[in-house]
Every structure is written in structure tokens, then in C-alpha cells.
């Protein structure tokens, strides 16, 4: 049912300096920042040939990832996405087989001004899963 990864997130506390070691250390090619006040980060998409990996840094009071790196001080994955043909069906197919779908359980419109979902990490080998409509 899933298909192409298509992106992995890490969590960062400092953006600039994590940019910097993607861009000269790794050799990637980086994005501007994006501030995306209403998911609560500030994002940089490091570009590769077969997937993206976005970078993301806390951004306002709320950020959702706000926690998550008060008990991963040096940064670490948060999420890996996944694509999906339809994301209604993939989640209905989910949940019949017992998973969790996090929040009311409706796809919102995620960064890519796509649906999108989250799974339980619990349900997912210990891993936080987006679900995205490709
Ligand atoms: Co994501």
C-alpha cells in the first residue's frame, strides 16, 4: 500500500548549523529556511535523487518537536513519510488492522499543502509515521 519515501524529518536545534553540515559536509543541495508558523517549525529540504530530507527547527511556543528535542538534545529522526494513493483508504485500512491514527484522525493539510496523517510511533516499530496523498 505505501509507496515512495518521501522524506525523512529530523529534528534540529540549531537550523543554521545543521544546514551547514548537510550543505558543506555531506555536499547536498540545501533550501532556503521556510517558516511554516502554523505546523510550529521553520524547515530546510535538503534535495536528494531519490528522496528529501527535511530539517526541522522549533519555531514559536508550540512546536510539536519542542519536546521531542528537549529529550534528543543533539537532534534525531522524528519522522519518516511515506506516500499513499489515497489516504482516506490507506487510513481506513490502517485502523481495521489496528493501528493508531494520531489526532481526530482526519487528514490535515500538511507542508506540502497535501493530506496528511500520523500514525503511533508505538504501532510503527518505535518510529512517528506520516502518511501523505501523493
Ligand atoms: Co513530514
Redesign the pocket.
Known sequence: MIGRLN?V?IAVANLAKATETYRDTLGAEVSKPQAEPEHGVTVVFVNLQNTKI?LLEPLGDSSPIAKFLEKNPSGGIH?V?YEVDDIVAARDKMKAMGARVLGDGEPKI??HGKP?LFLHPKDFCGTLT?LEQA
Do not use: M, T, W
Open positions: 522524506h524529518a527535511e519522522h513519510c500538511g507542508a496528511v506520516e
